[in-house]
């Protein structure tokens, strides 16, 4: 069983069968989607709910769904998975996080992203964390500075998945590496 996390006003939780209506309604909506490759139907949907579960099963770890008690069941998801593709900073954990934009701006995201990070440092010992987006993305860039997280200047790659030409192909590269003390809380 996946662990729960826990902050100040957030559980990032295990998947639920329900879960998958909101991570449908949030990735069809085009606000949230700005900066990624877009999810063409509801069955491809489910098929990233699947990744994610498998991802826990194999791991023990992965994306949690973001919960806000007495606010939503789904606010989006955050947490840690393995980087699934060969590239010049793999093998890698890679943090990462999406929210329907009904939730912005209101630092949930650093919150679960926090408690992801305490997760991975703290429970799994990891050394370095890292973190993705393209370079335009600049709310998903601002969580990352807020976390600590540095651009790896060096890092810029081209993601294998994304077509050659395509726009959000050009990645940046940002790294943290485990802190000495506990990140803070907000």
């Known amino acids: 069983m996946a662990p729960v996390l826990r902050t100040e006003r957030l559980v ?4 639920r069968p329900t879960d998958r209506d909101g991570l449908w309604r949030m990735q069809s909506n085009p606000a949230t989607m700005e900066f990624l490759m877009p999810v063409p139907d509801r069955a ?3 098929a990233v709910a ?3 579960e498998a991802h826990f099963a194999r791991h023990g770890f992965g994306l949690w769904v973001v919960e806000a008690p007495e606010v939503t069941d789904f606010a989006g998801y955050a947490g840690i998975v393995h980087v699934p593709y060969d590239e010049h ?3 890698a954990v890679e943090i990462g996080w999406r ?4 939730f912005w701006g209101q630092g949930f995201a650093t919150e679960a992203a926090r408690a992801a990070l305490g997760f ?5 010992g990891l050394g370095e964390i890292v973190a993705i987006t393209v370079p335009a993305n600049r709310r998903s860039r601002a ?7 540095v651009r790896d200047d060096d890092g810029d790659f081209d993601l294998p998945s994304i077509p ?6 050009r990645q940046v590269l940002y790294r943290l590496t485990r802190p000495s003390a506990p990140l803070p809380a907000r």
């Open 12 to 15: 990032l939780r295990p998947w």
């Open 44 to 46: 491809a949907s489910d």
């Open 50 to 52: 699947d990744r994610v």
């Open 89 to 91: 900073f793999t093998p």
């Open 99 to 102: 929210f329907d934009p009904a």
């Open 120 to 124: 991975g440092f703290q429970t799994l």
């Open 143 to 149: 969580v990352m500075e807020r976390l600590g997280m």
């Open 164 to 169: 050659v030409g395509h726009p959000l192909r």
